[in-house]
């Protein structure tokens, strides 16, 4: 045998290895595939990311808690700011109402 021909018989041994290496792999995905389908992957990584999103989220909230309580603070007072507001102005108004009803001393001095 020459050179040539136990050259051509190794790459064909590799190739026949390859190709049994590679059609193994192909029904092992095709055998997952029928096993889950690709919805399924999606919709299992999607959830499992999410789950990996929260618990860091819940652990960053851990470490911060005053920044949580102040963030909290700011949206209730941003989401009630309008009702919070006319509060204020009605207890503005009613101040008004106290100080115009007492006479001044300039109105008790011509009185008499």
């Given at each position: 045998?020459?050179?040539?021909?136990r050259?051509?018989?190794?790459?064909?041994?590799?190739?026949?290895?390859?190709?049994?290496l590679?059609?193994?792999?192909?029904?092992?995905?095709?055998?997952?595939?029928?096993?889950?389908?690709i919805?399924?992957?999606?919709k299992?990584?999607?959830?499992?990311?999410?789950?990996?999103a929260?618990?860091?989220?819940?652990?960053?909230?851990?470490?911060?808690?005053?920044?949580?309580?102040?963030?909290?603070?700011?949206?209730?007072?941003?989401?009630?700011?309008?009702?919070?507001?006319?509060?204020?102005r009605?207890?503005a108004g009613?101040?008004?109402?106290?100080v115009?009803?007492?006479?001044?001393?300039?109105?008790?001095?011509?009185?008499?």
């Amino acid at each position: 045998m020459s050179d040539t021909e136990r050259q051509l018989a190794e790459d064909r041994q590799n190739r026949a290895s390859a190709r049994a290496l590679f059609d193994q792999r192909l029904a092992q995905v095709k055998s997952d595939l029928g096993a889950r389908g690709i919805a399924g992957r999606i919709k299992h990584g999607a959830a499992s990311k999410g789950a990996d999103a929260m618990a860091q989220g819940l652990d960053v909230a851990r470490e911060n808690k005053g920044v949580v309580a102040a963030t909290g603070a700011a949206l209730t007072l941003w989401f009630f700011r309008n009702p919070l507001l006319a509060l204020l102005r009605r207890l503005a108004g009613a101040d008004q109402h106290t100080v115009q009803d007492q006479p001044s001393s300039d109105e008790a001095d011509n009185e008499e």
